[in-house]
């Protein structure tokens, strides 16, 4: 019952910024942690950062000091501010959020993914 639905991504040159969203809607009582990831060809998955309710945050260290995630809670909502891309950043990325619906049961969920490609 949960749907995640992101946008945002595409095409931008090295150097450049990009701002990805992610809502989440459904029979949610609760959302505990919301996140991106993100998957090239051949590769596994891989965590690029994610945000507790409370605030925490968490990195990957390749995207230190060049992403920032935040929510807004009261929109269900995930923000990742992409800054100082790089040709490496170039990915599928993947909204994921994790909590509780409102029959008390636990739920995660994950986006459709959107691409961002970023060119040299």
């Known amino acids: 019952q949960v749907h995640l639905v992101e946008s945002g991504g595409g095409l931008v040159q090295a150097g450049g910024s990009l701002r990805l969203s992610c809502a989440a809607s459904?029979?949610?009582?609760?959302?505990?942690?919301m996140g991106w990831y993100r998957q090239v060809p051949g590769n596994q998955r891989e965590l690029v950062a994610d945000i507790i309710r409370g605030g925490t945050t968490n990195y990957a260290d390749s995207v230190k000091g060049r992403f920032t995630i935040s929510r807004d809670n009261a929109k269900n909502t995930v923000y990742l501010q992409m800054n100082s891309l790089k040709p490496e950043d170039t990915a599928v990325y993947y909204c994921?959020?994790?909590?509780?619906?409102?029959?008390?049961?636990?739920?995660?969920?994950w986006g459709q993914g959107t691409q961002v490609t970023v060119s040299s």
């Open positions: 994921y959020a994790e909590g509780t619906l409102l029959n008390v049961r636990r739920f995660q969920d």
């Open positions: 459904g029979n949610i009582l609760s959302i505990n942690t």
